[in-house]
């Protein structure tokens, strides 16, 4: 299910209006080339759950928490392999929010399992086409949400 954004706001007006669907326990992996515009998906996303921090890439950090009406952690595993972001201890934290992951495909199969995967593409200096997947559970609730659709109105049509 794709997007078209045409301004660094419009990206973070698609974050700001999947929020409110967002609880503690949510994946949300972001793939996509550096500058097409993750981080300013999750700050749509932080500012849509009221959190008043700047938003930056936790390129150096690892990590940045957002506090909001859930916890946003945000990653960015740009520098990370894969095997080492199995022993960042994950699955813990999502006992205290929602994840959401830059360089989501390094993240352990068993948090991509039922994430929303969103994809950027760059389609002009001005333009992005963000994509959204999800093969079950939870993920599926929320690209209900990306597509526009409640939960339920997306399970009442299948």
Same mark, same amino acid.
């Given at each position: 299910? =794709? #997007? #078209?954004?045409?301004? &660094?706001?419009?990206?973070?007006?698609?974050? +700001? %209006? *999947?929020?409110?669907? *967002?609880?503690?326990?949510?994946?949300?992996?972001?793939? !996509?080339?550096?500058?097409? !515009?993750?981080?300013?998906?999750? =700050?749509?996303?932080?500012?849509?759950?009221?959190? $008043?921090? $700047?938003? #930056? %890439?936790?390129?150096?950090?690892?990590?940045? +928490?957002?506090?909001?009406? &859930? @916890?946003?952690? /945000?990653?960015?595993?740009?520098?990370?392999?894969?095997?080492? =972001?199995?022993? *960042?201890?994950?699955?813990?934290?999502?006992?205290?929010?929602?994840?959401?992951?830059?360089?989501?495909?390094?993240?352990?199969?068993?948090?991509?399992?039922?994430?929303? +995967?969103?994809?950027?593409?760059?389609? %002009?200096? /001005?333009? $992005?086409? @963000?994509?959204?997947?999800?093969?079950?559970?939870?993920?599926?609730? @929320?690209? !209900?949400?990306? !597509?526009?659709?409640?939960?339920?109105? %997306?399970?009442?049509? $299948?």
């Amino acid at each position: 299910m =794709a #997007r #078209r954004s045409t301004s &660094v706001g419009s990206t973070e007006r698609i974050g +700001e %209006s *999947l929020a409110p669907h *967002l609880r503690v326990g949510d994946v949300i992996s972001l793939t !996509g080339p550096l500058g097409a !515009g993750k981080t300013r998906l999750v =700050a749509g996303l932080a500012r849509g759950l009221g959190s $008043r921090s $700047r938003v #930056r %890439s936790p390129s150096f950090t690892l990590v940045n +928490e957002y506090r909001g009406r &859930v @916890l946003l952690l /945000h990653l960015d595993l740009y520098r990370v392999e894969p095997w080492d =972001a199995v022993s *960042l201890g994950l699955e813990e934290e999502l006992e205290r929010g929602a994840l959401v992951a830059e360089w989501g495909e390094k993240l352990p199969s068993s948090l991509r399992a039922d994430c929303l +995967e969103v994809g950027f593409e760059i389609v %002009s200096d /001005h333009e $992005r086409s @963000l994509t959204a997947c999800a093969s079950r559970g939870r993920g599926l609730e @929320l690209l !209900g949400a990306w !597509g526009g659709l409640g939960a339920e109105e %997306s399970e009442a049509r $299948r």
